[in-house]
T-cell receptor, first 112, second 112 residues
Framework: GENVEQHPSTLSVQEGDSAVIKCTYSDSASNYFPWYKQELGKRPQLIIDIRSNVGEKKDQRIAVTLNKTAKHFSLHITETQPEDSAVYFCAASGGSNYKLTFGKGTLLTVNP | DSGVTQTPKHLITATGQRVTLRCSPRSGDLSVYWYQQSLDQGLQFLIQYYNGEERAKGNILERFSAQQFPDLHSELNLSSLELGDSALYFC???????????FGPGTRLTVL
């Protein structure tokens, strides 16, 4: 089955800096790669996603890149703000059942 | 608010007991997914239902079962509970032909 590795497990940045979180996946059939933000005790919230026919997608301060050949995808957050502090999960999905396989998560702390 | 509802929010019970968690998907979504989130295991896919039928199974224990009813709501039944079953249980839903999943607020289960 699919295996998703996520790095780093913790990331601390200063407000205004950029943050990058990287994931790799194992199943070449995966074709959908969402990123979720989860605040403590809350539900995971979809913040951005990318499909395999696209190499990059941007939404304001958030961007995701995908390298299908290398089976890598990354989340980029620019101009970080304290409210960006949360756990971020990458995931991969493919096939007919659409189940998501998640990475272990990255705890992002943005220091004011 | 994702449109996915889950009840109850919190559940405290004893080892050996049985509980039922309930999920109502977003209006129009036919697929329901159950995930377990614990500190050491991250977000783990348990099971998926599509329009009343089981579509995929993940790391779901034999003590756990689920079903999806004609009105599309779903229930996750956990029996012979053990201390290690303490976790956040999330339900997510999606439309029939899309990977994009929306998560409910979760049920926090504590087994004492």
């Amino acid at each position: 089955g699919e295996n998703v590795e996520q790095h780093p497990s913790t990331l601390s940045v200063q407000e205004g800096d950029s943050a990058v979180i990287k994931c790799t996946y194992s199943d070449s059939a995966s074709n959908y790669f969402p990123w979720y933000k989860q605040e403590l005790g809350k539900r995971p919230q979809l913040i951005i996603d990318i499909r395999s026919n696209v190499g990059e997608k941007k939404d304001q301060r958030i961007a995701v890149t995908l390298n299908k050949t290398a089976k890598h995808f990354s989340l980029h957050i620019t101009e970080t703000q304290p409210e960006d502090s949360a756990v971020y999960f990458c995931a991969a999905s493919g096939g007919s059942n659409y189940k998501l396989t998640f990475g272990k998560g990255t705890l992002l702390t943005v220091n004011p | 608010d994702s449109g996915v509802t889950q009840t109850p929010k919190h559940l405290i019970t004893a080892t050996g007991q049985r509980v039922t968690l309930r999920c109502s998907p977003r209006s129009g979504d036919l697929s329901v997914y159950w995930y377990q989130q614990s500190l050491d295991q991250g977000l783990q896919f348990l099971i998926q239902y599509y329009n009343g039928e089981e579509r995929a199974k993940g790391n779901i224990l034999e003590r756990f079962s689920a079903q999806q009813f004609p009105d599309l709501h779903s229930e996750l039944n956990l029996s012979s509970l053990e201390l290690g079953d303490s976790a956040l249980y999330f339900c997510a839903s999606s439309v029939v032909s899309d990977n994009e999943q929306f998560f409910g607020p979760g049920t926090r289960l504590t087994v004492l």
